[in-house]
């Protein structure tokens, strides 16, 4: 088998919740950046076309014929077994090490890998080749006895290895008679020995991420799919500040020469919202916790005016969009974007999406820090933005960059704003503060009622007074608008089935927008397809629906943002945090209660 294979989704993520790294199915690192998920991507093989031996950390076996891979139980740390024609195998274990230590997390902007040869005499060739500034240039080195500095930016990374420097430099191939270690991370002396280092930062990375997935609370059913899930979305969160990012890669087109390629590795605050709401139903609150404090920064920022709907993880404001001219793109598809114009957008669903995660801070006695008076004066200020911008034009949750309409859902988020807001206020015995937001509610509940609702149709529309479908409109019944009884909700479903579906997948939209229709189905929007199956009672169809949907999943268990419902081709950007969000959701919902086997 090829030692460089073609570029695909099949790829596997490692993380601390600093820096991640993409590897493909032969422990190829093809996807990875610093100092952090937004920063320049060392590693750009994925990105890079046909040159796949540039922008990469391979080890690769001579006579390779097989690769397997498999995470460590309950962690993101990899193993890759590599066998050759001659018998010959070895082990390669990825990991970004984290790890309580000096009473602080310890996440090094770090890549650590472990070699080990498990069988005959294998022999080993190490090309390790970082680029600098998105592609324009393999990174110059230096070196001393046990290290390479390879100088990618303003600050180098330093590998320090106990493998001999010079067949790393040379990319020289050589037996692999004992274990080897490779940390490739900041640009200062290691102190100790770094084989004994690593296996020990090896272990404590094994008990940490053990010890976090002991305390999620999952169903009995899909367990594995739960816990793969979770562990992926809090590798995304930056955990510096609490953002949590939509995917971590840029430009993975979301159908084949679409040029639909757009840089994901910012915190938009609706996919942050769904992604700490199904991390909340299995009690991760540390993720929610520190997603709270961005959100409040974020508010601060504001200074009581518009939210954008992403910032950086960092919470800069400006994320200016242009091409890095120098990669070639995904399987070739350029181009590859780095920043995102929709900051520009205005998307007044995001006030909803702060006031919703917020709200469980005044009720949560688990929570280091509850919310008080001082944080309701801050979320009303929220709350006036979205009652101001209800009945306003947006480019909605897709984010339509030629066309604005007044989005039903945008104004169920304003709706569902004001509504939390009612109901913080009686917890803190606001009573007047309470009639007033519950008075605005009210008063945004009849005009979807009035305005959304299309009557030749029979279904509630996209955007106000108009007629086309979204998959979105199934929200409502999530957010607590609707009964699932409810007459209006049942016509709308039944419409949205007929309109968007396609097989067992579920469009966006069935409008043409900036680009054309849409060629492949987005899926959340599946999933969200299987919560209403399960709501109309369609219990078994929703199950069968579900198991096809992780059948999709990579071999690492994840899934991207689109998929192709001719063929079954995942596409967009890897791993997507809201559909990461759909697994737990719909395994939460569907499984049997515990109760059957106890």
């Keep these: 088998m090829t030692q460089t294979p073609r570029s695909s989704l099949e790829l596997w993520p490692v993380g601390n919740c600093q820096v991640t790294g993409l590897l493909d199915e032969t422990g190829g690192l ?83 890998r472990i070699v080990r040869p498990v069988a005959g005499t294998p022999r080993i060739t190490v090309n390790l080749s970082p680029m600098k ?23 180098a990374l330093r590998l320090t290895t106990d493998a001999a420097v010079g067949y790393v430099l040379e990319k020289r191939t050589f037996r692999l008679e004992n274990d080897l270690h490779f940390f490739l991370g900041p640009d200062e002396p290691f102190s100790s020995n770094v084989g004994h280092e690593l296996e020990t930062m090896l272990e404590l990375t094994d008990h940490y991420w053990r010890h976090w997935v002991r305390g999620l609370a999952t169903v009995m059913e899909w367990q594995e799919a739960i816990i793969r899930a979770a562990i992926t979305l809090k590798i995304c969160q930056h955990e510096e500040t609490g953002a949590i990012v939509a995917a971590l890669t840029t430009s993975i087109p979301e159908a084949p020469g679409s040029e639909r390629n757009w840089d994901y590795r910012y915190c938009w605050i609706r996919d942050a919202y769904y992604t700490v709401q199904a991390l909340n139903r299995l009690g991760a609150l540390d993720v929610l916790e520190k997603y709270l404090a961005y959100l409040r920064n974020i508010v601060d920022n504001a200074k009581g005016g518009a939210v954008q709907p992403l910032y950086s993880v960092m919470g800069e404001a400006q994320l200016d969009e242009s091409f890095a001219e120098n990669l070639a793109g995904y399987r070739g598809m350029g181009p590859v974007r780095k ?77 569902a704003a004001c509504g939390r807001i009612a109901t913080v206020a009686d917890r803190l015995g606001l009573t007047e503060k309470a009639e007033f937001w519950r008075d605005r509610a009210a008063r945004i509940r009849d005009k979807i009622e009035s305005e959304a609702w299309n009557e030749e149709g029979q279904h509630y529309a996209s955007a106000l007074g108009g007629k086309h479908l979204d998959a979105s409109l199934l929200q409502m019944i999530d957010l607590g608008f609707l009964k699932p009884e409810d007459e209006r909700f049942q016509l709308t479903f039944a419409a949205v089935e007929k309109g968007l579906r396609r097989g067992e997948h579920m469009l966006r939209y069935d409008a ?87």
């Design 30 to 112: 093809v996807w990875g950046c610093v100092p952090r998920v937004d920063g320049d991507p060392v590693f750009c093989a994925l990105m890079n076309g046909d040159n796949q031996s540039e922008g990469v950390w391979r080890i690769g076996l001579e006579g390779l014929v097989s690769s397997s891979q498999e995470y460590l139980r309950n962690t993101p740390i990899l193993k890759t077994r590599l066998e050759a024609e001659d018998g010959s195998a070895v082990e390669i274990l990825d990991f970004a090490p984290r790890f309580r230590r000096s009473g602080r997390m310890y996440r090094p902007v770090a890549f650590a």
């Design 133 to 155: 500034n998105y592609g324009e240039a393999v990174a110059e080195t230096t070196n001393g006895t046990n290290h390479i500095r390879y100088l990618v930016g303003p600050q």
């Design 339 to 415: 920043g995102n114009a929709a900051y520009h957008q205005v998307q007044h669903d995001a006030y909803g999406q702060i006031v919703l995660p917020t709200v469980q801070a005044f009720f949560d006695q688990r929570l280091y820090r509850m919310a008080d008076k001082a944080d309701f004066e801050s979320l009303e200020q929220v709350g006036e933005m979205a009652w101001k911008m209800h009945d306003q034009p947006d480019a909605g949750l897709w984010e339509f960059r030629t066309r604005q309409e007044v989005h039903t859902y945008s104004v169920l988020m304003s709706w």
């Design 512 to 598: 043409e927008d900036d680009f054309g229709l849409p060629e492949t189905a987005f899926n959340i929007c599946t999933f969200w397809l299987m919560e209403a199956l399960h709501l109309a009672g369609r219990e078994e169809e929703a199950r069968a629906l579900f198991e096809t949907m992780l059948s999709h999943r990579t071999k690492s268990g994840l899934l991207s943002e689109d998929l192709d419902f001719n063929n079954g081709e995942l596409w967009g950007n890897f791993p997507q945090t809201y559909s990461l969000v759909g697994i737990i959701n719909c395994a939460t919902l569907l499984s049997k209660p515990w109760s059957v086997i106890r």
